[in-house]
Nanobody
Framework: QVQLVESGGGLVQAGGSLRLTCAQS????????MGWYRQAPGKQRELVAR???????NYADSVKGRFTISRDNVKKTGYLPMNSLKPADTAVYYC??????????WGHGTHVTVSS
């Protein structure tokens, strides 16, 4: 089992910054991808950013150039610094980890609210 705990959410004005952190514990051996998803009220959960074990990253078009995903395997922690935040970024942000072949793990989420 893998446990994921997010932190770093909060209320910020448009144009501000936050840094989300995902602390990983348990059996993280073989985790090949870690990512951040978000779900806004009334909308489906969507991928924000993802990083694989070889360092490859991909981002939602809406956050490219503003968010940067990283992962510290020694500290077993993932990060998502978010800059130039917009009201449209308001959502619950979830940390996700995947292990082949089909194991998926989720955190409980952290709220991000961006006021205009």
């Amino acid at each position: 089992q893998v446990q994921l705990v997010e932190s770093g959410g909060g209320l910020v004005q448009a144009g501000g910054s936050l840094r989300l952190t995902c602390a990983q514990s348990g059996n993280i051996a073989g985790i090949y991808a870690m990512g951040w998803y978000r779900q806004a009220p009334g909308k489906q959960r969507e991928l924000v950013a993802r990083i694989t074990s070889d360092g490859s990253t991909n981002y939602a078009d809406s956050v490219k150039g503003r968010f940067t995903i990283s992962r510290d395997n020694v500290k077993k922690t993932g990060y998502l610094p978010m800059n130039s935040l917009k009201p449209a970024d308001t959502a619950v942000y979830y940390c996700h980890a995947a292990r082949l072949p089909l194991a998926h793990y989720w955190g409980h989420g952290t709220h991000v609210t961006v006021s205009s």
